[in-house]
Nanobody, 121 residues
């Protein structure tokens, strides 16, 4: 299994950005796909998740109402649409695949390489 995250960049506060996570082959229908992020000097933290077989989602409180996780089953790709970006959203964003509905990092077995998002204020 390989996960390839992309779409990061340097934006200004208030801007939008969309991250993509391409999964090699089709994820298992039971898969949970998630985004985590790690800011400089901080631990990696949960951002959002989606169940591959359905569209049920869950978000960290810090991004609710601003970020949207979605998927394209035909492309085996998960997206993270980030709107109204803030300086505190600056981090390396990682996509991950697990099998449990969880916001805990160690529940995820496969990880992408990360993509840098920098928001200037």
């Amino acid at each position: 299994v390989q996960l390839q995250a992309s779409g990061g960049g340097l934006v200004q506060a208030g801007d939008s950005l969309r991250l993509s996570c391409a999964h090699s082959g089709r994820p298992l229908s039971s898969s949970i796909m998630a985004w985590f992020r790690q800011a400089p000097g901080k631990e990696r933290r949960f951002v959002a998740l989606i169940r591959w077989s359905r569209s049920s989602t869950n978000y960290a409180d810090s991004v609710k109402g601003r970020f949207t996780i979605s998927k394209d089953n035909a492309k085996n790709t998960v997206y993270l649409q980030m709107n109204s970006l803030k300086a505190e959203d600056t981090a390396v964003y990682y996509c991950a695949r697990g099998s449990r509905w969880s916001s805990i990092e160690y529940e995820y077995d496969y990880w992408g390489q990360g993509t840098q998002v920098t928001v200037s204020s």
